[in-house]
């Protein structure tokens, strides 16, 4: 997917509206607990206002339901934004209307503006969406998705987060832009190349890493890459539905038998394309979930009133053998209920088993949510290749689904 990128476009003396992940971390009195996402939009933002454009910001923040909520506005982010790029950073109190299109018109070139919470209004995420053909749609300049279209003479995309929902700044607003140069942001870029090139073009050994809860959020990614990889490493609450299809005892473990005979599917399918599905050999095990809990380290069944919340110590050194010497790896989902000690710990071992193969020259993608929480927890942010921005987004991109509010941008 080779798009046209915010350096293959002149922004100057335009208008530029650009649709950016500020969905931000917030305390209680709103004040921003960490900054992340607005930093790994600055190439972009920079980008534009070095080059001329006159640049308009907009995001979604948290789930308003359609309604103004002063605890998820983005006044926070455009004062935190001010700081950053060392220049103030006009605040539309609304992401439309009259008194918002006046500013934009009102703003000069290298200069910024920020629009209010996409979400305060419920056209955002409802299906107000314009269809190619949709000539009504198309034509409605006063509808929520027109009315930010009108703002801009260019659109980019650098919101890889939200890259799989089709929602109206994503979607809408480039469809009725069509005419207008329609591009992605760095970040966006950066996604492409890692996530696209690496599931693609391998190289090899090429492992994927996948835990977390439920087997129905890795179906799809476990299809799409049982033929590309060499090995499927599995972790996670996931592991004890494959223990279930095969028989085995799981105790209190979370399980989903309505997957059980899709589970023994993958098993089967991996088998005859040669990829190896490895399950864990041993479990820490508990009666409850709570710091501190009783536990103790099983291997084979688990008994009745006892659940898997981890990885066993066995299984923690096998998954690190599986990961030395590999070229690519893909991680998505924790080991165990990693937010809880002790059952942080085979996350955290394979967290430094994916560092550690990076040092030692393999490309390494980390998918997001839980997975991104762990690497940085353990500040390895710099010891892998690519951490993905956004869990969900990455999750469907390693599914094989395309993003429609990707596909309409320009080609290069």
């Not at 969905?23 to 607990?33: A, F, G, K, R």
């Not at 799989?164 to 950066?190: F, W």
Request: net charge negative; charged share 30%; proline share 3%.
């Amino acid at each position: 997917m080779a798009k046209k990128t915010v350096g293959d476009i002149d922004v100057n003396g335009k208008k530029v509206l650009m649709r950016c992940d500020f969905n931000v971390p917030l305390d209680e009195d709103c004040n921003i607990t960490s900054d992340d996402r607005i930093v790994k939009a600055l190439p972009t933002i920079k980008k534009v206002l070095e080059g001329g454009g006159a640049l308009i910001l907009m995001s979604h923040l948290g789930r308003p339901k359609g309604k103004k909520n002063e605890k998820m506005s983005l006044a926070p982010v455009a004062r935190k934004l001010s700081e950053l790029i060392g220049k103030e950073v006009v605040f539309a109190d609304d992401c439309i209307g009259e008194e918002t299109k006046a500013k934009a018109e009102a703003l000069g070139s290298g200069e910024c503006m920020l629009l209010e919470n996409l979400r305060f209004h419920k056209e955002e995420t409802i299906k107000d969406k314009a269809a190619k053909e949709d000539t009504q749609l198309r034509e409605a300049k006063d509808n929520f998705a027109g009315q930010l279209a009108e703002l801009a003479d260019i659109y980019i995309d650098d919101a890889f987060g939200t890259a799989h929902r089709d929602n109206a700044s994503m979607y809408t607003v480039p469809v009725l832009m069509e005419g207008k140069p329609r591009v992605s942001g760095y970040l966006i870029e950066k996604e492409l190349k890692f996530l696209g090139e690496t599931v693609s073009k391998p190289e090899r050994p090429f492992v994927a890493i996948l835990g977390g809860a439920k087997v129905s959020d890795k179906i799809g990614v476990i299809e799409n890459l049982i033929d590309k990889v060499d090995s499927i490493l599995i972790g996670g609450a996931m592991a004890y539905t494959f223990f279930k299809a095969q028989g085995q005892q799981v105790g209190n473990s979370l399980c989903e038998d309505d997957f059980l005979d899709k589970a023994s599917e993958l098993l089967e399918q991996a088998k005859e394309t040669d990829c190896e599905i490895i399950l864990p050999v041993d479990n820490v095990v508990a009666k409850e979930i709570k710091e501190g809990a009783e536990n103790k380290v099983v291997s084979g069944d688990i008994e009745a009133g006892w659940q898997g919340l981890d990885i066993g110590p066995e299984t923690r050194k096998l998954f690190a053998e599986k990961l030395s010497g590999v070229k690519t790896v893909v991680w998505n989902g924790p080991m165990g209920v990693f937010e809880i000690k002790p059952f942080d710990e085979g996350t955290k071992a394979v967290a430094i088993a994916v560092a550690e193969a990076t040092s030692g020259g393999a490309r390494s993608i980390i998918g997001g949510g839980d997975s991104a929480s762990a690497i940085k927890k353990l500040g390895l942010e710099d010891k892998v290749s690519h951490i993905s921005t956004g869990g969900g987004a990455s999750l469907e991109f390693l599914e094989g689904k395309k993003f429609k509010c990707l596909e309409i941008l320009d080609e290069k």
